[in-house]
């Protein structure tokens, strides 16, 4: 949830083109990505954010609008409600 939460607070995110955050990041609009275990292509991305202020912005605004559209309340209830069922000790 980290991730999901940066960009709920509109903060530009850097992450791996592997794993959850990938089904709701597009490189290049609201995220920056770098392949998995390459620390040099992540250090590269975080070089970028560091000198680019604009694009810190941009990722962040873009972030915050993916965030505000992706975990409504109503998705989240709509994902979490059958899992609770599940655990309920009245089954």
Request: net charge neutral; glycine share 8%; proline share 7%.
């Amino acid at each position: 949830l980290v991730i999901a939460e940066a960009m709920a607070c509109g903060k530009a995110v850097i992450v791996s083109q592997a794993g959850g955050a990938i089904e709701f990041t597009e490189p290049g609009t609201n995220a920056l990505t770098h392949p998995p275990g390459d620390a040099p292509a992540l250090a590269a991305r975080i070089e970028e954010l560091a000198r680019d202020c604009g694009l810190r912005h941009r990722l962040g605004a873009a972030g915050r609008a993916t965030a505000e559209r992706c975990f409504t309340r109503t998705r989240v209830a709509i994902e979490l409600t059958p899992i609770y069922q599940e655990l309920s000790p009245a089954r």
